[in-house]
RNA sequence: GCGCGGUUAGCUCAGUUGGUAGAGCAACCCGUUUACACCGGGAAGGUCAGGGGUUCGAGUCCCUUACCGCGCACCA
């Protein structure tokens, strides 16, 4: 057996990931491998990951290469171990995400989404994320990602639209969806509606200001939505106001005049907050509106989308409410209507989560889905036990939220997404599904009807994804690969994806989308700090790979970082792998150099000592094997590079070298040191697939193996 | 307000069912020997956040306090 002609050299410099990966990558892709079709041996358990979808609206940052890491060692590992190895890749639209992108880069040209035609704006970000794609592909491949790409899907992809199109007309048709004129959280400057999540708490200190509101005094953090207030309500146990009656009417001079007011008693209301009393403006607040509704009371308009006041609002109609109050403020003062003002008020202000705008509640007619049922089903399945968490905490966190759930606003104001395929009357607001794009009036009261203009949620259809990709209901792969193994994706989007993904997979299919959900932490910088463009401390993990290694970021990416907790991403910790890389080399270049004219043996010889680090190398694999299936990929690569270091190469090289010079055990050591080397480029291989795979093309033996694909050692 | 994490060596973090505290990086001393200076050998470094409890024994289990991070919440 010799080192094969033109490898040794190669052997003699020191280990270049520049040169090697692209010419492996490439050997993997076209060696079929990474379809699950095309694998040798009979594998009759299939193994599944689909990927998160990547947002097709940027390029790949740090938390896209921990994704790419672990799920790639997920595959490899049992590929490795014979499995039916799939992982479908895909990438997202991104619905609102990206047209937040696709409206800054207008804004920069100095244009705006508000005068473009629909149809040109989504052809331009469909455009604009066409090239995106391209791009995170190739990026996706740097990786060293194992995933297969002849089943590449995409957010938009007929078929997908499709498919969500018949999800939402089965739920429409169980009552799962219905058109509601609901309180909505609305973003003024966006121009849109959300779901709860879309929102962001923040604690400000504004002025709180106490107005007299005929008897009483009322407090409230925001005077310029009180133009209408005209229910003046206060809990029904309250001694203080025992002498006022619930619906009493009560003449009272406001701040555009005399109105009159009804008394409400309500529960709801907080005895020990402020005065106890306080107005309502259902309208433009979620709570207000639940008495509302509760005593059948009337809801007006004060705020129009754009933020300012209407005509109700009498001389500052149409004014913004942010520069309108201190008018307003001075108007009460001048009448005498304000008691007090407190400075210094605590509280927490709804914004929206991309540009911070407070949110404006707006009641509008909308789809929801109603979640009680949905939740309920998941909810059993998850406290069965029937789906594994790691780490286990998020189990407590998700049966929280789904304990809690509240319908879940699915129509958005933007074009950039899937449009809802269904009418609205304009007389009645009746909501009807039309897939096929045949009803012409209105089903209730045979009224006009028109398009709904808006666009799903994006995460309707991004939860509703693994069954999707895999073609349900009638394709192979679905019977095959469904229910998948392991989703795997960051922690922060477990509502808005994970738990939604187990209660819409379940009602279309009847099976749990996942057996494992595994959530890692967030990739923050070297010194632990969130990483954010405006900080300038955000680290592209190609910049890294390109300096170091994909092999090098990859163990830096894992060892030691324990699933769930957020990883401080160092070049100083990735600069030590990559000097493992080449460690790992230098053996190999050691090993293949001093074996050059030696055959193993079937069952090699060892003595007394090497027969002991020949075992303990067995007993390493049963215990990392253990944790491998345990999914504590961060101890195990911390192990193996451990031991490669400190044990194959510090001890048995070193000891090897006398033996072989002294020409005393030499058959003994060579063994030790061949099959030391073969298992243990197996096991690291899907931690740091390319160097082991180079190193293993230039191991002596006919008719060899990619390594992608030997048999794992156990 | 409620909930969930975290606090271990200078830094970043491991520590499985309780049994003499571990790694990487940094710093220190020495060293060119069949691979590797992207290296080898050696030494140093910790009241495991504070307090209390259970136990023969606690970094690990229980209670409590403080601080950091995150999530949830209709207190006007």
């Not at 407090?219 to 001694?239: C, I, L, N, Q, W």
């Not at 907050?273 to 607040?285: A, L």
């Not at 009746?430 to 089903?443: A, Q, R, W, Y």
Request: proline share 4%; charged share 30%; hydrophobic share 35%.
């Amino acid at each position: 057996m010799k080192i094969s002609n033109g490898m040794e050299d190669k052997l003699l410099k020191p280990y270049d990931p520049k040169t090697t990966e692209e010419r492996i990558y490439k050997l993997w892709e076209e060696s079929g491998f990474f379809n699950p079709d095309n694998l040798p041996g009979d594998r009759k358990n299939p193994f599944t990951i689909i990927m998160p979808p990547v947002n097709a609206n940027g390029s790949l940052h740090a938390g896209h290469g921990l994704v790419m890491t672990i799920e790639d060692i997920m595959v490899r590992y049992k590929r490795m171990q014979g499995f039916k190895t799939l992982w479908l890749p895909g990438l997202d639209h991104a619905g609102f995400e990206t047209q937040v992108v696709y409206e800054k880069k207008l804004e920069k040209e100095g244009r705006t989404r508000f005068e473009m035609d629909p149809k040109e704006l989504y052809k331009e970000i469909l455009d604009f994320t066409l090239v995106n794609s391209k791009n995170i592909k190739s990026q996706i491949r740097k990786m060293g990602a194992s995933c297969d790409w002849s089943r590449e899907k995409f957010t938009l992809d007929e078929n997908v639209v499709k498919a969500v199109y018949q999800t939402f007309k089965r739920m429409y048709e169980d009552g799962l969806v219905y058109r509601g004129n609901r309180i909505i959280s609305w973003c003024s400057k966006h121009q849109t509606s959300f779901s709860d999540l879309e929102i962001t708490d923040e604690e400000r200190t504004d002025s709180f200001y106490y107005l007299k509101y005929g008897p009483f005094t009322i407090a409230t953090s925001r005077p310029e939505t009180k133009f209408g207030d005209k229910y003046v309500v206060m809990h029904p146990d309250d001694k203080r106001y025992q002498n006022y009656t619930d619906g009493q009417k009560i003449k009272l001079e406001w701040i555009n005049g005399p109105i009159e007011a009804t008394v409400i008693k309500d529960k709801m209301i907080d005895m020990e907050f402020g005065t106890g009393v306080m107005t309502i403006t259902p309208w433009h607040d979620t709570a207000d509106f639940e008495i509302a509704e509760r005593h059948k009371l009337d809801k007006e308009q004060i705020i129009d989308e754009n933020g300012k006041l209407l005509p109700i609002a009498g001389e500052f109609a149409g004014q913004h409410i942010k520069k309108a109050r201190p008018s307003i403020i001075e108007k009460l003062q001048k009448k005498g209507l304000v008691v007090k003002i407190d400075e210094n008020y605590k509280h927490v202000v709804r914004t929206c989560y991309k540009c911070g705008t407070v949110i404006e509640p707006q009641i509008k007619s909308q789809w929801f889905v109603k979640m009680k049922p949905l939740a309920e089903k998941a909810l059993e399945k998850i406290n069965n036990g029937e789906i594994n968490y790691i780490p286990e905490h998020y189990k407590k966190i998700t049966t929280y939220w789904l304990d809690n759930i509240m319908d879940w606003n699915i129509s958005r104001q933007i074009v950039w997404g899937i449009s809802i395929p269904a009418k609205i009357c304009i007389e009645c607001k009746h909501g009807m599904v039309d897939l096929e794009n045949n009803i012409s009036k209105c089903t209730k009261c045979g009224g006009r009807i028109i398009q709904d203009s808006d666009t799903f949620d994006t995460w309707f259809s991004s939860g509703q994804w693994p069954f999707i990709t895999l073609g349900y209901p009638d394709n192979n792969d679905f019977k095959t690969f469904y229910p998948t193994d392991v989703m795997e994706t960051g922690g922060d989007i477990i509502f808005f994806w994970v738990a939604r993904m187990i209660m819409l997979g379940f009602y279309i299919t009847g099976e749990i989308p996942f057996k494992t959900v595994y959530l890692h932490g967030m990739v923050l910088d070297a010194k632990s700090q969130k990483m954010s463009k405006s900080k300038g401390n955000v680290i592209d993990p190609l910049i890294l790979t390109e300096q170091f290694g994909t092999d090098a970021f990859r163990m830096g990416v894992v060892v030691g970082n324990t699933v769930g907790t957020s990883l401080a991403l160092s070049p100083d910790k990735i600069r030590g792998y990559k000097n493992f890389a080449n460690k790992i080399w230098n053996a190999a270049r050691f090993v293949l150099d001093n074996t050059k004219d030696y055959t193993i043996p079937e069952n090699p010889k060892y003595d007394e000592e090497d027969a002991k680090s020949n075992k303990e190398l067995k007993e390493l694999m049963k215990e990392i094997t253990k944790e491998m299936d345990e999914y504590k990929f961060y101890l195990v690569a911390e192990k193996l590079y451990h031991y490669f270091w400190h044990t194959f190469a510090d001890i048995i090289i070193e000891r090897s070298k006398k033996k072989i010079l002294k020409n005393k055990n030499a058959d003994s050591a060579k063994a030790l040191l061949f099959t030391h080397l073969i298992t243990l480029l197996k096991v690291l291989h899907p931690f740091i697939p390319f160097v082991t795979e180079e190193i293993w093309s230039m191991m002596p033996g006919k008719n060899k193996n990619l390594l992608m694909i030997e048999k794992w050692p156990s």
